[in-house]
């Protein structure tokens, strides 16, 4: 059973729109919740980190939030660009490991 | 700033033979290293962790002598993919982290994309 699982799969957006990236995961105990971009072939490039229990962070046109207690995030994309076309990842830190559990990725396409 | 350089970026290889990827840790000291595998239309898998005076720990479907990984300083790591066949092409990730903490910085590479005829 996938622990971390990404909706929509994938999203066309227009340049310009705002889009919403939701994560559920059923890591247990869950640490910390990291979002990445990955252009087509190439490796992760970080955006956020969120920690607490109930947590907000902000990078840019990048907005997320944290919920553990209904183990669910959400990545916002504020006034896309053409250059936001990638696939978001979600991941999930594990409490008192280091290891990271990956989610399946959503792709974001935009259109000019 | 803080950068992890992988090379090679890609290599094409004939079943059976090997082929060696590496990992440098720039503008930061390299607490731990895992190396990750992001199979066709999959997500990534971790491979291994390697802590700094610690014995490197392989995931479960993952071993040593398949996946031989040196960590010799807290700039570099190396791993190895031994008698590579189908199944273990894909992209090849290194992420570093700083400090000790879980939620210290993590930094990724750009990958090496193994492709296996």
């Known amino acids: 059973k996938t622990q971390v699982e990404q909706s929509p799969q994938s999203l066309v957006v227009r340049q310009g729109e705002n889009c919403v990236l939701q994560c559920n995961y059923s890591v247990t105990p869950d640490n910390h919740l990291r979002w990445f971009k990955q252009d087509t072939g190439k490796g992760l490039v970080s955006l956020t980190v969120l920690v607490d229990q109930k947590d907000k962070t902000s990078n840019g046109r990048y907005s997320a939030t944290l919920d553990k207690d209904a183990k669910h995030s959400t990545l916002h994309i504020t006034a896309t660009l053409l250059d936001d076309t990638a696939t978001y990842i979600c991941v999930v830190g594990a409490q008192g490991g280091r290891a990271l559990i990956f989610g399946t990725g959503t792709t974001v396409s935009v259109s000019p | 700033g803080a950068l992890v350089y992988q090379y090679p970026r890609r290599t094409i290889c004939k079943s059976g033979t090997s082929m060696r990827m590496e990992c440098q840790a720039v503008g930061f000291q390299a607490t731990s290293v895992a190396w990750y595998r992001q199979s066709p239309q999959k997500t990534f898998e971790l491979i291994a962790l390697s802590t700094v005076n610690s014995a490197i720990k392989y995931e479960q479907n993952f071993t040593q002598e398949k996946f031989p990984i040196s960590h010799p300083n807290l700039s570099f790591s190396s791993m190895t993919v031994l008698n590579a066949y189908l199944e273990d092409r894909g992209l090849y990730l290194c992420?570093?982290?700083?400090?000790?903490?879980?939620?210290?910085?993590?930094?990724f590479g750009e990958g090496s994309k193994l492709t296996v005829l």
């Open positions: 992420g570093a982290r700083t400090g000790t903490g879980d939620t210290g910085q993590l930094y």
